[in-house]
């Protein structure tokens, strides 16, 4: 396999979409007398990627996109603006700008100290995986403006978590619209299976992602929960695949919240354990006095080890399936905890010294 030149190999990341666009805005607004084409592709995130190196099909390439760029804005409602051009047959010489006058909040908009605060929560909410970036440019840009979020409220600020690793190469498959070849350890199943997917939708359902799209071997639609995804993903380059069905993402979260309201699992709780605290918050039903409680779930496996986890603390009543489920893996822990007391000294074991 050749290598890759010393330009390729020192390539930047890839900026995202919404990324650029937003720089874009934040450079046009910022300038009285409007930017050249040139002064955008050298300066602003998203362009501004080829160190001064861009070729001729490098620029072309970026004028392509700085015009659908142009309509995007647009389209969302911005006003991008040009200055007068002297020369009519060469469009390098115009200048974009946004006017402030004409992109502010009215003036009679104020926002209060807690007001202020809210609009920092909403940029610690994203903090981790691809989501970490954008917010640590979104938080930079609410400080320049001298938003600062008050330490008393900023302890309760909620997080939506990616950490499974193949979260930011999903979404680049999607936006790409390139073919995800991944391996996937079904439940049950001891050696992951390779799949091949054009990805249709990337869903959080029950505090879980989930990757929805056309199993290309199988040519048939399938679900795929992200944290069942071992090693590394990687992207099938070749013609762009077509775009997604329109409200796919929505009859996805249907078809899983239809799901879940199908499958109910009844457990007993020891009374004022964890699990009676944890697992009463999200059941259904309960039966006063017995320590029953009846549970929706989407995922028997998922349920499954989150009962386990709680130990003597819950009995499954049903569906057998799941409390099989659950037995196999305290059994399993069990029998590894045997195993290594067994590999112990005698004198570790049973704490003397002779």
């Known amino acids: 396999m050749a290598r890759a030149s010393g330009r390729e190999g020192a390539r930047r990341p890839r900026v995202p979409p919404e990324d650029r666009l937003f720089s874009l805005v934040l450079a046009l607004s910022a300038t009285s007398r409007g930017l050249l084409k040139s002064e955008i592709f050298g300066t602003v995130r998203g362009y501004a990627e080829t160190d001064g190196r861009a070729s001729e099909r490098d620029l072309d390439n970026l004028?392509?996109?700085?015009?659908?760029?142009?309509?995007?804005?647009?389209?969302?409602?911005?006003?991008?603006?040009?200055?007068?051009?002297?020369?009519?047959?060469?469009?390098?010489l115009t200048r974009y700008f946004i006017p402030q006058t004409e992109y502010q909040?009215?003036?009679e908009t104020r926002f209060t100290p807690e007001e202020f605060a809210l609009l920092g929560l909403a940029g610690e909410?994203?903090?981790?995986?691809s989501l970490s970036e954008d917010s640590q440019h979104a938080l930079m840009k609410l400080r320049a403006l001298g938003v600062e979020p008050r330490e008393l409220m900023i302890g309760y600020a909620p997080r939506v978590r990616a950490r499974e690793p193949a979260f930011a190469l999903v979404q680049r498959a999607l936006e790409e619209r390139q073919a995800l070849a991944f391996l996937y350890l079904k439940p049950g199943d001891t050696v992951p299976r390779r799949r091949l997917v054009d990805v249709h939708a990337l869903v959080l359902h029950e505090g879980r992602w989930h990757?929805?799209?056309?199993?290309?071997?199988?040519?048939?639609?399938?679900?795929?929960?992200?944290?069942?995804?071992?090693?590394?993903?990687?992207?099938?380059?070749?013609?762009?695949?077509?775009?997604p069905p329109v409200g796919v993402a929505d009859e996805v979260l249907a078809e899983l919240a239809n799901i879940r309201a199908k499958n109910i699992a009844e457990v007993t709780v020891a009374v004022g354990s964890d699990a009676e605290v944890r697992l009463?918050?999200?059941?259904?039903?309960?039966?006063?006095?017995?320590?029953?409680?009846?549970?929706h779930f989407t995922d028997?496996?998922?349920?499954?080890?989150?009962?386990?986890?709680?130990?003597?603390?819950?009995?499954?009543?049903?569906?057998?399936?799941?409390?099989?489920?659950?037995?196999?893996?305290?059994?399993?822990?069990?029998?590894?905890?045997v195993d290594a007391d067994a590999d112990r000294p005698v004198a570790s074991r049973t704490g003397g010294d002779s």
Request: proline letters at 6%.
């Open 63 to 92: 004028s392509r996109q700085f015009e659908r760029d142009k309509d995007e804005l647009r389209r969302l409602g911005i006003p991008l603006e040009t200055s007068d051009v002297l020369d009519g047959n060469n469009n390098q």
């Open 105 to 107: 909040l009215p003036e």
């Open 125 to 129: 909410v994203w903090r981790e995986a």
């Open 211 to 243: 990757l929805h799209g056309i199993d290309l071997d199988a040519k048939d639609a399938r679900t795929f929960l992200l944290s069942r995804i071992v090693g590394d993903a990687s992207l099938v380059r070749g013609a762009p695949l077509p775009p």
């Open 280 to 295: 009463t918050k999200r059941a259904f039903e309960t039966v006063e006095n017995t320590g029953v409680i009846r549970l």
């Open 300 to 337: 028997a496996a998922v349920l499954a080890d989150d009962l386990a986890g709680f130990g003597p603390e819950v009995r499954v009543l049903s569906p057998p399936e799941l409390r099989e489920a659950v037995q196999r893996r305290l059994e399993t822990v069990l029998a590894a905890h």
